[in-house]
């Protein structure tokens, strides 16, 4: 039973933090980019949802939303649109920790996952995996992918540099793909969150 609702804390927690981390970073784009055309297509919130993300999150406890094709006029802007979506994942697991910290710093975990309280140990699970998850999001986001968050600020930083990892954007998904595989950012999420929980 317990297996059943961490699988359903994962599948809850990882969409909704790609749902709050995409969204966020299109109400910044609307605000900064006056007279975007298909503004409103921009928040039908089920095209932030990516399966192949998704499906990293619950087999690899990493993984990623699927991004919005910004039209960015302004290069500024770009490094405005990736640095909220960084901010917004850090605050995240900070409210998450926060969570924790407050309900299940003197709690023994092993006897409550052990109990048969599965709405508890649903709570708790969904806590967690709010701080695990937006976590290895973050890591993910350090990629230099032009479609995620790093992209986005090299794009507004750097034309070349930008140019460069679109030209290498195929192989710098296949080594992403590779690291998420081997569960790297599993191991260093694991890490950072034992600091903190």
């Known amino acids: 039973m317990v297996r059943l609702l961490e699988f359903l ?93 407050a309900n299940y710093r003197m709690v023994n975990i092993g006897l409550l996952l052990a109990g048969s309280d599965y709405a508890a140990i649903f709570l708790y699970l969904l806590v967690y995996y709010m701080i695990f998850i937006s976590i290895s999001m973050f890591l993910v986001n350090l990629f230099p992918i032009y479609a995620l968050d790093m992209g986005l600020i090299i794009a507004g930083t750097s034309s070349r540099a930008f140019v460069s990892t679109l030209k290498n954007d195929h192989l710098l998904k296949i080594v992403l793909f590779i690291v998420l595989f081997l569960q790297v950012i599993e191991m260093f999420t694991n890490q950072i969150a034992l600091l903190f929980v």
């Open 9 to 101: 804390a994962i599948v809850v927690v990882s969409i909704s933090v790609m749902l709050i981390h995409e969204l966020s970073k299109a109400l910044v784009y609307t605000g900064l980019e006056k007279g975007t055309e298909g503004k409103k297509r921009i928040f039908h919130v089920f095209q932030y949802i990516d399966p192949i993300g998704l499906i990293f999150c619950i087999t690899c406890k990493a993984g990623f939303s699927k991004p919005y094709g910004y039209r960015i006029r302004n290069k500024k802007n770009a490094c405005k649109i990736g640095g909220t979506g960084f901010f917004i994942l850090a605050l995240i697991a900070l409210i998450g920790i926060l969570i924790y910290r």
